[in-house]
């Protein structure tokens, strides 16, 4: 096993604990990250489906609008320099704001009425009803197209975010989860292969200690055996021995 397939650490019972709570901890990450791309994915997908349903929407929209500004300008005239003197701020104003998506920040627009309608009296000799009809028409673009933006800020957002989301993932599935399993193994094998040692060596000594112990029951067994085979000589000496020295009185 090569230095690049785990990770360099002691092997130990605490580097065994250690390694089994980042192995969960990964996996449990994994789970988590998983999770978040699908949702991601899904959301991801909404956007989509919901900005090609926007786009259609806007040309059917954007062709109405300019119809009836034909249809305006036919029925009241060059109205151009009118508007440019009654209109002094825009009317739909954009606002940004923030929106959560599995703890994701994804930028939402939103159009906002400010005021009221500083031109509503232009046509009001000739072709009134198709000026109504022109702002609404118009109006209704400008809504179509800030949502169109709100939608393509937010697929740019969302797409940068899941394949960051999709890196996280293959990383910790394909590099840390097995570089700890590795790891683990490792230990594992290390570990064996101390307690193989440490039974081998204990063996040899419990081997050791029984041959002390048989040595010393050998040599004491033979003291008493000499110690008997000398008590033995000494009484047939006091038998054998028949002459006694004279005695006097």
Do not use: W
Request: hydrophobic share 40%.
């Amino acid at each position: 096993m090569s230095g690049k397939d785990k990770i360099n650490i002691f092997p130990s019972r605490g580097a065994l604990t250690t390694m089994k709570a980042r192995l969960a901890g990964a996996q449990k990450g994994h789970s988590l990250l998983k999770k978040k791309a699908e949702a991601l994915q899904m959301r991801f997908r909404q956007i989509l489906s919901k900005i090609i349903e926007t786009k259609t929407l806007m040309g059917d929209v954007m062709k109405d609008a300019a119809f009836s500004l034909a249809e305006a300008k036919f029925a009241s005239g060059d109205f151009n320099q009118s508007v440019i003197q009654n209109v002094t701020k825009a009317r739909i104003k954009l606002r940004s704001k923030m929106g959560q998506c599995c703890c994701t920040n994804l930028p939402v627009f939103e159009s906002v009425e400010d005021g009221v309608d500083t031109y509503e009296l232009t046509g009001l000799s000739r072709g009134g009803q198709q000026m109504a009809k022109l702002k609404t028409n118009y109006k209704r673009a400008i809504e179509l197209l800030i949502e169109l933006a709100s939608l393509q800020a937010s697929f740019v957002t969302l797409d940068n975010v899941v394949k960051i989301t999709n890196r996280r993932v293959n990383a910790i599935e394909h590099v840390i989860i097995p570089r700890y399993e590795r790891t683990l193994q490792y230990i594992l094998s290390e570990l064996d292969e101390l307690e193989r040692e440490e039974f081998y060596r204990l063996k040899k000594i419990q081997e050791k200690k029984k041959q002390a112990r048989a040595k010393a029951e050998k040599a004491k067994q033979a003291l008493k055996e000499a110690g008997k085979l000398k008590e033995e000589a000494d009484a047939r000496n006091m038998i054998t021995d028949s002459h006694d020295e004279d005695l006097l009185f």
